[in-house]
């Protein structure tokens, strides 16, 4: 099964490439692979936004040397990380913790649009393909049906994160594509019993792991523990500290 799972994620990454992708880069697990494996078949750039000494960017500029891949980075200061935060709003209008995931984004989507990328691979689906967030190890605890849930949550994704982020991209003339949010993985990754995905809650996405080191990702990225966007990046911090003044000017709301 292992050898089955990591040929469809290599497969999935590279049926999403183009001679010259952008890849939003945390230093990460999931990105580590699409960037990994992208190397093998494109000329990407990695792409990582942050503020300074923030986790993410320190992933990055150790990683992006051992793949060989060109890296390009934005430290973020307050003043930046606000006038973002009412870019990503403008785009996608709803509850902080939505518009705050865009903020790293729009920032990585300036950056590439300044460079020429036209097309730039994200990481969503991997958490629902892999167990991949706290929430869903509470559930399973609490007794529900999380198998149910993973699949819900991972065919809608569509309609909400994938959502957002296309749009946001088409801000900057990029298009969005995901390389894990593909049937032949969907098929390969529900087949894996849950049990085996859960075996690590420390970690998480055990499977995937598994799989990476046997694509020869990066150990440092293989062994990295999940941490969201938001937080990796700092910017979570820094909006949490304004998120009174935030939410004055913009109100909470349904996005479109």
Known sequence: MLVELAKALEESVQESLEDRPGIAFSGG??????AHVAKKYSSPELFTVGTERCEDLQYAE??????????????????????????????????????????P???????????????????????????GYERYYTYAEEGGDLEKLLK?????????????IKKAMRKYDIEARFPFYNPELEKIAFSI?????????????????EAA?????????????????QYGSGIHNVLL????????????KNAD
């Open 213 to 229: 080191k046997f694509l020869g990702v990066p150990e440092l990225a293989v062994k990295r523990k999940k941490k969201a966007l």
């Open 241 to 252: 500290k304004n998120s009174e003044y935030l939410s004055g000017i913009f109100p909470q």
């Open 105 to 131: 984004l729009c920032a990585a989507g300036e950056m590439a649009q300044k460079e020429g990328i036209e097309v730039m691979l994200f990481g969503s689906g991997a958490e629902e393909l892999f167990v």
């Open 193 to 209: 019993p849950l049990q085996q995905k859960m075996e690590d809650k420390n970690l998480k996405k055990c499977v995937l792991r």
């Open 29 to 34: 697990l999931d990105s580590t692979l699409i």
């Open 62 to 103: 150790v990683l992006a040397p051992k793949m060989g891949i060109p890296l390009r980075t934005n430290v973020l200061n307050q003043n930046e990380i606000m006038e973002l935060y009412k870019t990503a709003y403008s785009i996608f209008p709803g509850d902080f913790l939505k518009v705050e995931l865009l903020v």
């Open 152 to 164: 819900e949550e991972y065919s809608t994704l569509k309609n909400r994160e994938i959502k957002m």
